[in-house]
């Protein structure tokens, strides 16, 4: 909560912190659920990984920043409050993930947290306002979430769509 000036209290922003699997096919529906809670009142904080972010933007997606919400932005009269940040999943950008399968979840268990964590370290302000959204595939965030003290919400995707739970 802040002072507005008048002796009273204004309520701060909520603030979603939304973390995807890490595939193309979670990715763009967990980037809905972004835009839903973006046009709901909140400030989104979208994290992907560079290689996610290297395989859309190979698909052409917003090619001028390639920011996969640029297009929400631009065909919207209010415009989305969705930040867009990446982290590392731990390899190279020309890793192959598919054939190295196993050190690739090795990865995504012992490295990716600890990327995550640092962007969550700057990225959240305030804890009294802040959750933390992630895919029920991950273990960590919710260690992550009681380290930071903010409330976790873990999404569950079915049939292409998400649904989060408390």
Known sequence: MAADGTGGQTKTKPHAVVIPYLLQGHVIPVAHLALRLAARGFTVTFVNTESV????????????????????????????????ELVSDGFPLGFDRSL????????????????VEELLRRVVLDPAST???????????AMLA?????????????????????
């Open 53 to 84: 972010h290297q395989q859309t933007r190979a698909l052409g997606v917003d090619r001028q920043s390639y920011n996969i919400f640029a297009g929400a932005r631009a065909s919207s009269r209010e415009r989305p409050d969705v930040q867009y």
């Open 100 to 115: 190295n399968h196993d050190q690739f979840m090795e990865g995504v268990l012992h490295v990716l947290p600890a990327h």
């Open 131 to 141: 959750c933390l959204v992630a895919d029920t595939f991950f273990m960590w965030p």
């Open 146 to 166: 009681r380290a930071l003290g903010v409330p976790y919400v873990f999404a569950m995707r079915v049939h292409h769509t998400y649904l989060w739970i408390e």
